[in-house]
């Protein structure tokens, strides 16, 4: 079905979320909370600005580069140069999109409901010697009365000017022609209808039948007929742009996905990297820490063996040999003087 088309800009209040689809969204999210997670954890040991908050904040910040955290260490350094080259891609492309989407005019169709057309009794057009009559009338539910026969595809552009009619129905290759002459304000439109299509008919028996079906067959499968239609219709110098709805193409996750797998493989990259550094630091540290308990473990122990030697050495001179004169004094000569002034003589 072709229609009338329309310029009209949007003013749609959520447009801003409309340069990138849901999954893409979610995907930056993910994407920055990830980054600042990378991120905190390289920072957190030795810089104490970056705090567990920082995750959230810090990936947005760099969105419009303003981020003021300074970075120390140098893994952190590489995630975050790998980010703002991710960051600097996305908001081109959210800007490019964004500002189509509110200056360029989009071409909407002024009819987009085969049954509005019904209910409303508006007159439709299509060539009068065509089967397309009979099929609007029988199997879709157009009155006939409201079935404007038209006979050459040069009438339609003046029924549509001089209101005689309010869509127009046509083969689809005729439609293609149509549009292809006339390169503004009209676009095709509305569901498509499955036809039997166009056939050569040769007389019963002809041994052309098979020639023609297989040479048929061959063009088709190969293309010639697709690559014979696309040169026919693009040598006229009208955009195919202004006839179709022109909606400003979206982005997904899809057009991304390289700088994304990039940034992440870059972050977990620096994690294991963060990771091994860390466990030959604790590894250090804990040969460290077992020398210095094996060290302080001896030393208690020859400190205990000094204690029991001059106990058992003492208990010895008191009760195996007795009391010894003040003139015997040895090593132990202060104890056993100051045992000798508490005993009787």
Not at 149 to 158: E, L
Not at 164 to 172: K, L, N, S, W, Y
Not at 179 to 192: A, D, H, Q, V
Not at 308 to 318: D, K, L, P, Y
Request: aromatic share 12%.
């Amino acid at each position: 079905m072709v229609v009338t088309a329309k310029s009209q800009k949007t003013e749609e209040g959520w447009i801003f979320l409309r340069p990138f689809t849901k999954e893409l969204w979610i995907a930056m999210i993910f994407m920055s909370i990830f980054t600042g997670f990378v991120i905190w954890m390289h920072e957190s040991e030795k810089n104490p600005e970056f705090k567990l908050a920082t995750i959230l904040w810090f990936p947005v910040s760099t969105l419009f580069f303003a981020h003021r955290e300074p970075i120390e260490n140098n893994l952190a350094r590489i995630v975050v140069g790998t980010w703002l080259f991710v960051v600097l891609i996305v908001i081109s492309s959210y800007t490019a999109i964004l500002t189509s989407m509110f200056t360029v005019a989009r071409l909407e169709p002024s009819m987009v409901n085969v049954e509005f057309l019904k209910k409303t009794h508006a007159s439709v057009g299509c060539n009068g010697n065509s089967f397309i009559v009979r099929y609007l009338v029988d199997v879709v539910g157009f009155k006939k009365e409201n079935v404007k026969r038209i006979n050459s595809i040069d009438d339609y552009p003046s029924a549509f000017q001089n209101k005689d009619i309010a869509a127009a129905f046509f083969v689809t290759l005729h439609a293609k022609v149509f549009l292809m002459k006339n390169c503004e304000g009209y676009t095709m439109t509305g569901p498509t209808y499955k036809l039997g299509g166009f056939g050569f008919v040769f007389p019963k028996g002809s041994p052309l039948a098979f020639d023609i079906s297989e040479a048929i067959l061959k063009a088709t499968e190969g293309g010639e007929i697709q690559m014979l239609e696309d040169n026919m219709l693009s040598s006229n110098n009208c955009s195919n742009s202004l006839n179709k709805i022109g909606e400003v193409s979206v982005l997904g996750p899809k057009t991304f996905r390289v700088p994304f797998i990039l940034s992440a493989s870059v972050s977990v990259v620096t994690i294991f990297i963060n990771i091994f550094s860390r466990y030959r630091e604790y590894r250090e540290h804990m040969r460290l820490l077992l020398e210095h308990i094996i060290i302080w473990g001896r030393t208690v122990i020859d400190n205990v063996k000094n204690s029991i030697r001059t106990a058992c050495h003492f208990f010895w001179r008191i009760y195996g040999k007795g009391v010894k004169k003040p003139d015997d004094v040895d090593r132990h000569g202060t104890i056993e003087l100051a045992i000798q002034n508490i005993t009787p003589s």
